[in-house]
């Protein structure tokens, strides 16, 4: 999704403040996998399933404005055989080709107003879904921020940024925390008991990170 690319982008380059630098002169790094914060975060789930309900209802009602324009299209086609019927009489005929030209110009208003139904529709559900996606990014940049405060970091690099060609911008980071798990565990805290994920495994307090070439394991 692009709108968590580009905040991830933000979040690679981010130093949040906390103390300059330790008295050894060793800089206190941590890292975070913001895509799957945002992947995992009961909101994110929500807020989906909400987005689904209402796309549901605009396909429903396009439907059925697509079932109303099928009916007047099985007129215009029934009046078009007694148009070709030679055994009607041509006065006949004329009343039909009338209202056959009335219906065919309200079939091509309804079908107009219905795609622009679904274009007005679709644009309003993206912006809501955008505004959604971003609230729930600003939650986690500052459950981020406040945990680097907190646990006094240096830096907070977001490990799944990647670059124009798709490459992570941290192929390895040395002695830095993962502070992921802890974040993750924060955030579903008051989660519904249906949408709350599996809790087993998840460390009390942040692991370092193992990520990265040439460590032997």
Same mark, same amino acid.
């Given at each position: 999704?692009?709108?968590?690319?580009?905040?991830?982008?933000?979040?690679?380059?981010?130093?949040?403040?906390?103390?300059?630098?330790?008295?050894?002169?060793?800089?206190?790094? #941590?890292?975070?996998?913001?895509?799957?914060?945002?992947?995992?975060?009961?909101?994110?789930?929500?807020?989906?399933?909400?987005? +689904?309900?209402?796309? #549901?209802?605009?396909?429903?009602?396009?439907?059925?404005?697509?079932?109303?324009?099928?009916?007047?299209?099985?007129?215009?086609?029934?009046?078009?055989?007694?148009?070709?019927?030679? =055994?009607?009489?041509?006065?006949?005929?004329?009343?039909?080709? +009338?209202?056959?030209?009335?219906?065919?110009?309200?079939?091509?208003?309804?079908?107009?107003?219905?795609?622009?139904?679904?274009?007005?529709? +679709?644009?309003?559900?993206?912006?809501?879904? @955008?505004?959604?996606?971003?609230?729930?990014?600003?939650?986690?940049?500052?459950?981020?921020?406040?945990?680097?405060?907190?646990?006094?970091?240096?830096?907070?690099?977001?490990?799944?940024?990647?670059? =124009?060609?798709? @490459?992570?911008?941290?192929?390895? =980071?040395?002695?830095?925390?993962?502070?992921? #798990? @802890?974040?993750?565990?924060?955030? +579903?805290?008051?989660?519904?008991?249906?949408?709350?994920?599996?809790?087993?495994?998840?460390?009390?307090?942040?692991?370092?990170?193992?990520?990265?070439?040439?460590?032997?394991?």
């Amino acid at each position: 999704m692009t709108i968590i690319r580009r905040i991830s982008a933000l979040f690679a380059a981010l130093a949040l403040c906390g103390s300059a630098v330790a008295q050894e002169g060793k800089l206190k790094i #941590a890292t975070v996998d913001m895509q799957q914060l945002f992947k995992e975060y009961f909101r994110t789930g929500e807020a989906q399933k909400e987005i +689904n309900v209402e796309r #549901a209802l605009i396909q429903k009602q396009n439907s059925d404005r697509l079932g109303s324009i099928r009916e007047l299209d099985t007129q215009l086609q029934n009046m078009r055989k007694q148009l070709e019927d030679p =055994t009607i009489a041509q006065s006949k005929k004329e009343a039909v080709y +009338n209202e056959w030209n009335v219906k065919q110009q309200e079939g091509i208003a309804l079908d107009r107003e219905r795609r622009e139904f679904l274009t007005r529709r +679709n644009q309003l559900l993206n912006e809501k879904m @955008v505004q959604r996606m971003k609230g729930i990014l600003e939650e986690i940049r500052k459950l981020v921020e406040e945990k680097a405060k907190a646990e006094d970091y240096d830096y907070v690099f977001d490990k799944s940024g990647l670059s =124009t060609s798709q @490459v992570p911008f941290f192929l390895y =980071t040395k002695d830095a925390t993962d502070i992921t #798990a @802890v974040l993750l565990k924060e955030l +579903n805290k008051d989660a519904p008991a249906e949408s709350k994920p599996a809790t087993e495994g998840i460390p009390t307090s942040e692991t370092p990170a193992t990520e990265g070439a040439g460590d032997g394991k």
